[in-house]
């Protein structure tokens, strides 16, 4: 199975400020790469998916890069609403479906 | 709009077997796979498996082999996941999620299952 590496697993920023998050897989996955918001409480969002793609509604301070095996979350202002723990997820559409989720990052307020 | 809603919280002794329904609206059901994910209580997000809504075919991770059965009616526009032999360890959120190409949306609005004696 392919493994993610999310880092890191806590970080702290002012409103306002440039925040990255990053992710490596085990393997080269190409742009499989997916990037997922969850509020407390609440079912994750999908904010970017095949590395950099941003999903439809979502604010475009939010972006995405990478490919391979080592792939960036970025956030260029960090605003109130955006406190939540972020997860990359991996996915291999090639029979067996193999899917991978990173440890996720929790992002708090300075 | 695209909805999935997801049965209610159960509450199960260990060794028996738990069944959450997930029931679609707003797109062609058969169009889509849906993924099933779970999350321990503190914990991240773990794949537990999917099921095409178009031919039944289904994936299960390795982990859960044998323990979980993936299923749709679409009749009635509705995946299932049933999880038997339940542990304490099995204690989480279940969520279902509308699988495109890419990525997970949306998704619904997770079912607590809680195993204990």
């Known amino acids: 199975d392919i493994q993610m590496t999310q880092s890191p697993s806590s970080l702290s920023a002012s409103v306002g400020d440039r925040v990255t998050i990053t992710c490596q897989a085990s393997?080269?996955?190409?742009?499989?790469l997916n990037w997922y918001q969850q509020k407390p409480g609440k079912a994750p969002k999908l904010l970017i998916y095949d590395a950099s793609n941003l999903e439809t509604g979502v604010p475009s301070r939010f972006s995405g890069s990478g490919s391979g095996t080592d792939f960036t979350f970025t956030i260029s202002s960090l605003q109130p609403e955006d406190i939540a723990t972020y997860y990359c997820?991996?996915?291999?559409?090639?029979?067996?479906?193999?899917?991978?989720f990173g440890q996720g990052t929790r992002l708090e307020i300075k | 709009q695209v909805q999935l809603v997801q049965s209610g919280a159960e509450v199960k002794k260990p060794g028996a077997s738990v069944k959450v329904s997930c029931k679609a609206s707003g797109y062609t059901f058969t169009s889509y796979g849906i993924s099933w994910v779970r999350q321990a209580p503190g914990q991240g997000l773990e794949w537990m498996g999917w099921?095409?809504?178009?031919?039944?075919?289904?994936n299960y991770a390795q982990k859960l082999q044998g323990r979980v059965t993936m299923t749709t009616d679409t009749s009635t526009s509705t995946a299932y996941m049933e999880l038997r032999s339940l542990r304490s360890d099995d204690t989480a959120v279940y969520y279902c999620?509308?699988?495109?190409?890419?990525?997970?949306?949306?998704w619904g609005q997770g079912t607590l299952v809680t195993v204990s004696s």
């Open positions: 393997q080269d996955i190409s742009n499989y």
């Open positions: 997820q991996q996915y291999d559409n090639l029979p067996p479906l193999s899917i991978t």
């Open positions: 099921i095409s809504a178009y031919n039944g075919n289904t």
């Open positions: 999620a509308r699988k495109g190409w890419a990525g997970f949306d949306p």
